[in-house]
């Protein structure tokens, strides 16, 4: 069990880096002067420092392009439009306002019809024990006939 192993090992190589030759200019660089030397100016300030410096010209705003011209019929037809979307969602909110009035009303008379039949209801079944007038059908119709029990 305890074999010898073999390691296969590959042989070791190793890059050295080549150096860069650094490029050879036809012409030396020269740095190029603008075509104007701005002027230098000078500004005392109230404290009597005096400060040196470039003069910059002030950002030039760029140019207004110019609107393009729209046709008075082109705006009425938009304003026409826009007045019969306004008109027409108008009268959507009418008539939906309108329904829901209906609604309500209608409900509150079947409010109203409930608690009046309740009402007579209580008056009609309902138990008065010593006050109130109460209306026995039968005996009224007895007595109104005079036949007496």
Partial sequence: MNEPTTHHTAPLVVHHP???TPAVHA??????????????????????RLVTGYAIEPAKPEPVTAKPV???AAVNVALGGVGFLALCG???????FITAL???????????????????????????????TTVNIRKAVIKRNHFHS
């Fill in 27 to 48: 012409a030396p660089v020269v740095p190029i002067q603008p075509g104007t030397i701005p002027a230098v100016a000078s500004v005392v300030l109230p404290d009597g």
């Fill in 18 to 20: 080549t150096p860069i």
């Fill in 102 to 132: 209906t609604a309500l009303i209608t409900q509150l008379i079947t409010l109203a019809a409930i608690c009046f039949g309740g009402w007579i209801a209580v008056q009609i079944f309902g138990h008065h024990p010593g006050g109130g």
């Fill in 70 to 72: 729209v046709s008075r």
């Fill in 90 to 96: 108008g009268l959507l909110l009418l008539t939906t």
